[in-house]
Each structure stands twice: as C-alpha cells, then as structure tokens.
C-alpha cells in the first residue's frame, strides 16, 4: 500500500498559539470529501482526542511519533498545517501540501523547495502572536477548501 494513501493531520497543538493556526475543520472535510470522490484513501494521524473527519481511516493515538513518522515516508502526499508533523514529511522525504497561517511567514520554517506551502500573504503577518489575533484570523480563513484541493491535485498528479 506504500504511496497509495494521503496522510492528513488537521489538529494544531493549541498550547503556544491558540487557534492562529487552526484551519476550520468543516474545510479538512472538505478536502478529505473531494479526495475521496477521486478515489483516494486517506489515512488521519494526530492525537487521540482530536476530532476524526468522515471517510478517513483512524490512526489518532495509534501512533507515536516515530511510527507517525513512517506512516508518512509510506504516504503519497501529506496534508496539515505548521507543525511538528510537517518537519517530520521534511525529515522523511514526503511530499507534502500545507495551509499556512501568519504566525510565521513560510520563510521562516517552511520547506518549499519540497513542500507546497498555501498561504496568504496579508498585511499583518507575521504577527508573532500567541493565541489571539486582531484581524479575525484572515491569514487562515481567506484560504478555501477548493484552493487545497486543486493544489493537493496538481501535486498528486505532478
């Protein structure tokens, strides 16, 4: 099954920076609807308690990292945000598709030379805060489930 299945992780650890990170969890649906109706499998890591979205096989808590870190060196593509999990598809030589917030700007930790990095531009990012935002979180909210969808396409298919 090496390559035949999408891992996607659409938690955030909420403990340094709140929901700046989070993208809406009804768009992972979204996202994970689509790739569904394309005929792919995804596999959803993360923690135990975090939400499952619809149709994704569940390894939440099943995993620790280093087993978490081969689902994805197996995985055709990963999808999620900044996070520990992103460095790891970098460590492992994964693909990778990832919704970006402004905390940071991807220069700062990103890997696009591997990884597509969807991300808004807007005028106060990067803003360096820690677990409120000014502007409404447009940074994450301005990015569409459409949007990841095309992008996680155009890479499966490049």
């Known amino acids: 099954m090496d390559g035949a299945f999408i891992a ?8 340094f920076f ?7 969890f009804e768009r992972w649906q ?16 993360g923690l135990s308690d975090a939400r499952l979205l619809d149709g994704a096989i569940d390894l939440r808590g099943k995993t620790d990292f280093r087993a978490a870190c081969a689902v994805l060196a197996r995985a055709r593509l ?3 945000t900044e996070s520990g999990l992103m460095h790891a598809a970098r460590a492992v030589g994964a693909a990778a598709a990832i919704v970006w917030g402004g905390v ?6 990103a890997n696009p030379d591997v990884h597509d990095v969807i991300c808004r531009r807007v005028a106060c990012a990067p803003c360096g805060n820690q677990g ?8 994450m909210l301005d990015i569409g ?14």
Do not use: S
């Open 8 to 15: 996607i992780e659409p938690e955030t650890n909420p403990e």
């Open 18 to 24: 709140g929901e700046l990170r989070a993208w809406p």
């Open 104 to 109: 940071t700007l991807p220069e700062f930790a």
């Open 78 to 80: 990963f999808v999620g």
């Open 30 to 45: 979204k996202v994970v609807d689509a790739l569904r109706a394309d005929g792919r499998q995804i596999v959803q890591l």
């Open 145 to 158: 489930a459409e949007e990841v969808v095309g992008r996680v396409r155009k890479r499966l298919a490049g």
């Open 132 to 139: 409120w935002c000014d502007n409404g979180r447009i940074c």
